[in-house]
């Protein structure tokens, strides 16, 4: 199947579904239309709730790995760092609660967007890694949301150990999942469950749920730029070009 950002209506539930061949990543046209998607949610006086999942058996392996290799300049660099930014972002500043459903792993940017959904719904497949030391760069756009979510404490663990998965079990434990189940229809059946009841809430008490939820993060709309352009940086460096070399080889 072709990449894909699509977006449905059920009663006053908006579900975004993604899709990429390549595991789920984000090129940055695809990033791009998700942050149309929850921008274009958000607006929707007829949605309540918003629901984030993707299709197949990951649910996101982070940024596109042909883009990154193809950096060449610092501006190029920024935008592309700037993708995930621009997500958390939209996240953040969406009036809407946003429930993510995690069928599966997460790596990078992936792990961003669980930590950037107000509830996530994950299975015990649903591993995470940041692997950014690995190629000379770090997680510096998805961190605020990462450290917000499990604590500095937690974040560092996961990002130093760079090269090794961390299981579902762990993320759960930290506070990335609310619920974790065994199964995908296990994880159908409690997503329904959890969202219906959730949307059936006062649509002005959810609202102002999300305002308390996300106080003092103002400064993010200037933050994860400011990471990005580290990123951009680093990622000129022949540490990390060597790296993303042997990596594609």
Known sequence: MEA??????????GTITFFHPAGNS?????????VEAIEALDQN?????????????SFCAGASFDELVAIEDLETGKK???????????????SKLIVAKVQGKAVGGGVGIVA????????????IKLSELTIGIGPFVIEPAVSRKIGATAMAELTLDASNWKTAQWAFEKGLYAQLVATNEALD???QAFTTQLASYHPEALKEMKKVL????????????????????????????????????
């Open 4 to 13: 894909f950002v699509k977006t449905e209506l059920n009663h006053n539930i």
């Open 26 to 34: 984000f090129p940055g046209v695809q990033l791009q239309k998700l």
């Open 45 to 57: 006086e007829a949605v309540t709730l918003i629901l984030l999942q993707s299709e197949g058996n």
């Open 80 to 94: 592309f760092f700037s993708g995930f930014a621009n997500v958390i972002n939209a996240m953040r500043s969406c």
């Open 116 to 127: 950037a959904a107000d509830y996530a719904l994950g299975t015990t497949k649903a591993d």
């Open 189 to 191: 059946e409690c997503t």
């Open 214 to 249: 996300w106080q003092n993060t103002d400064h993010w709309s200037t933050l994860l730029y400011d990471r990005a352009a580290i990123s951009g940086t680093l990622v000129l460096s022949d540490f990390t070009k060597n790296a993303l070399a042997k990596f594609k080889k």
